[in-house]
């Protein structure tokens, strides 16, 4: 199913609002629709979209799947209950490690959370909230990778066949489809949300199981979890389009108190892009650079390696996973 593009240059922002408004009130009828806030600029861009199209006929919910930023939950939803929507939290944490042990193929992993996400959590909330339709934020570049086999995004199913009503048992709606992200930030500063979340970096949707190498678990998670906080404090001064670190799956020499420490390493990437197609490693100063690798081996346990990725996308890509 091929996709028009609405570029950049030719969107105009609150005709696009009204008539995505008009088009989700119209699939959905007095019916009741869900979706799920990552707190993503895609996700919170088509919450808020939902919300004027048919108000608490929304049903909201942050997943809580255990491979999210440090504090995300709590942050997303207070955030929103500032913006007059009630976000519930549905704790999944036990469901998705569960599905993704012993996973170690980065599209079996893709795979997994996918199939947890919308089978599993999400088929359960349907069948309790009477909803027929998924409301969620697909972008144009998702679709585009995932039909070029790149990588499989979790939120692409139609266009490569897949009927999300014989999967699942409801329908997606996808009013962002069109756009690519320089276009969602420009709709969701036009749905009024903040620039700390229109302009936030993008997020993958396997979350940071894209950023174990090798078998995701609570323990690499909680690793991960720590670098990207300090990657993200270091690198968010660099106008950089995304930045992320990536836990490496073998230990590799290091040294401690003078003596040998088989230790982890943590490969640290920082994108210059418009809409995540082609990239290219953000130049960073070197004293930023030893700062972030001095601050990652300190207070990230067991971390005796930091690198720094310097190849472009193609052939790279922006997530490891």
């Given at each position: 199913m091929a996709v028009k593009e609405?570029?950049?240059?030719?969107?105009?922002?609150?005709e696009f609002i009204e008539d995505k408004a008009k088009e989700i009130s119209s699939i959905v009828g007095d019916g009741v629709a869900i979706n799920a806030l990552s707190g993503g600029v895609d996700s919170c861009a088509v919450t808020m979209l939902g919300h004027k199209a048919i108000g608490s006929r929304l049903k909201t919910y942050f997943i809580d799947n255990g491979i999210?930023?440090?504090g995300e939950p709590q942050s997303i939803v207070e955030l929103f209950k500032k913006m007059g929507v009630k976000v519930g939290i549905v704790d999944a944490q036990d469901k998705f490690f569960n599905a993704l042990k012993g996973v170690t193929d980065p599209e079996e992993k893709r795979e997994a959370v996918t199939q947890t996400f919308y089978k599993d959590v999400f088929g359960k909330l349907v069948g309790d909230s009477g909803a027929k339709y998924l409301l969620q934020g697909t972008i144009l570049t998702d679709v585009d990778e995932t039909i070029a086999g790149i990588k499989r995004q979790h939120n692409v199913f139609e266009q490569l066949g897949i009927d999300p009503q014989k999967a699942f048992?409801?329908?997606i709606i996808e009013p962002l489809v069109q756009l690519r992200k320089d276009g969602v930030r420009k709709v969701a500063a036009g749905l009024g949300l903040p620039e700390s979340s229109y302009k936030r970096i993008p997020f993958p949707g396997p979350a940071l199981a894209a950023r174990v190498i090798g078998e995701v678990t609570r323990e690499k998670i909680s690793v991960v979890r720590i670098a990207t906080t300090i990657v993200e404090e270091e690198l968010c001064h660099t106008g950089a389009f995304q930045y992320m670190g990536i836990l490496h799956q073998d230990r590799v020499t290091g040294m401690r108190d003078g003596k040998r420490d088989f230790g982890l390493q943590i490969e640290v990437r920082c994108w210059d892009s418009i809409d995540a197609r082609k990239a290219t490693p953000t130049n960073v100063p070197h004293d930023v650079l030893c700062k972030l690798a001095d601050r990652i081996v300190a207070e990230v346990p067991g971390v005796v390696s930091v690198t720094y990725n310097i190849t472009q996308k193609?052939?790279?890509?922006?997530e490891a996973i």
């Open positions: 609405i570029a950049l240059e030719s969107l105009n922002v609150q999210m930023r440090e048992g409801y329908k193609p052939p790279s890509t922006i």
